[in-house]
């Protein structure tokens, strides 16, 4: 059976560009991509690609070229990218494709995001009670995990102060400016108990990946790290996620339990060997509450381990080196592949002023709405 390999990576910053839509900035990240491999656009086989608010990715074909190449648009939620990167992967281990490409852009206006409940199956009345509102959910979510496990307000604003010391070591990233823990912590209030600088923003960038089977890579004398496992998986009863209007009594896993679990099992691999991990930080509390359900720690260790530094630069398991979501906002389409892309650097020892020693795995976990997660694996 053959392996998937990523033997380029591309990327268009994150942030604001006034001047560029979110197609531009996906064709950017692809060709960023193809110099990074050293391989043209006529080699590729196939394309997966996802954009949430700029259109179709396909529409990137006419810059790219028309070449005929078999190309899919994809569209998963926040999970986009790593629905794109499940395919790419699928694609190649099947044994019909040997070299193609994943990509996601996005461009999202200012201010918070505005689904209709109509779009998700839901009825008017829960949008008119205000629980569409992404930071009343994740904040009512992150309050009862935290009376449950816990977790004190300090602990939230020291995984913002890091997001933005890391996310000021990135190139990519949207925020440069370090914020203390202190000033996290009292600034204005959004959703309690959630500041300002604990959410991440709508934002834009693209991200790309080009993928190869071992053959091909040995073919081209390309390398890059194993695709050692990938998996996506949804909302089952019990489980308590965005845009679900009511807590079962009896709980059920979450998808991102149920991901993670495959993917690790896929990989061969366990939370003990994983080296750096970029996970889901649409705010402050989702990055505590993911380190828990990808089987990083245990529910509650998490006060212990943030105030420690343990998931810090230098510490045992960095967590969003490039700074995550908070850093550098979240553009549907490309954020999945952000953090791929920010894996790919670690364990190529390209991360500069944030890399870590000697990563060997490097995990990434995308959640979605209305209750999906992706996991990926790599190992150097």
């Known amino acids: 059976m053959t392996h998937v390999h990523i033997v380029g990576a591309g990327i268009h910053p994150f ?30 086989q196939f394309a997966f690609g996802g954009s949430s608010a700029a259109g179709n990715a396909d529409a990137a074909l006419p810059r790219l070229g028309l070449t005929g190449v078999q190309f899919i648009n994809v569209a998963n939620g926040c999970a986009t990218g790593g629905s794109a990167l499940l395919s790419g992967y699928w694609a190649i281990k099947s044994g019909e494709f040997d070299l193609g490409v994943v990509l996601g852009f996005d461009k999202h206006p200012r201010g918070a995001f505005n689904p209709s409940p109509a779009d998700w199956g ?59 823990a202190e000033t996290i912590l009292t600034s204005q209030m959004v959703s309690d108990p959630l500041t300002k600088f604990m959410f991440c923003s709508p934002a834009e960038g693209g991200a790309a990946l080009i993928l190869a089977s071992d053959r091909k890579m040995r073919e081209l004398g390309l390398s890059g790290p194993k695709l050692r496992g990938a998996a996506v998986r949804t909302r089952v009863n019990g489980s ?96 999945g592949l952000r953090q791929v892309y920010e894996n790919v650097q670690q364990l190529r020892g390209r991360a500069a002023g944030r890399q870590v020693e000697a990563p060997r795995f490097g995990y990434s976990q995308v959640y979605g709405a ?11």
């Open 122 to 180: 839901l009825p008017d009345w829960y949008g008119e009670t205000g629980l569409m509102l992404t930071t009343q959910f994740f904040a009512n979510k992150i309050t009862r995990y935290m009376a449950l496990h816990g977790v004190s307000p300090m602990t939230l604003a020291l995984v913002a102060e890091k997001a933005f010391e890391n996310g000021a070591k990135a190139p990519h990233s949207w925020r440069k400016q370090p914020v203390d």
């Open 15 to 44: 942030g604001r560009h006034d001047d560029k839509s979110g197609l531009d900035q996906g064709v950017f990240a692809v060709r960023e991509a193809l110099a990074d491999a050293g391989v043209d656009w006529t080699q590729m």
């Open 240 to 335: 308590f996620e965005v845009f679900s209007p009511s807590l079962d009594i009896e709980r059920g896993p979450s998808p991102t339990e149920l991901a993670s679990k495959a993917a690790y099992e896929m990989a061969g691999v366990g939370p003990a060997d994983i080296s750096v991990a970029q996970i889901q930080d649409t705010e402050s509390g989702a990055e505590v509450m993911h380190m828990a359900e990808n089987g990083l720690c245990a529910d509650g260790e998490q006060e212990r381990l943030i105030r420690n530094g343990e998931t810090r630069l230098g510490g045992r398991l960095p967590i969003n080196t490039d700074g995550g979501c908070l850093a550098c906002g979240e553009p549907i389409g490309a954020s």
């Open 370 to 380: 209305p209750g999906l997660s992706a996991v990926a694996i790599l190992e150097a």
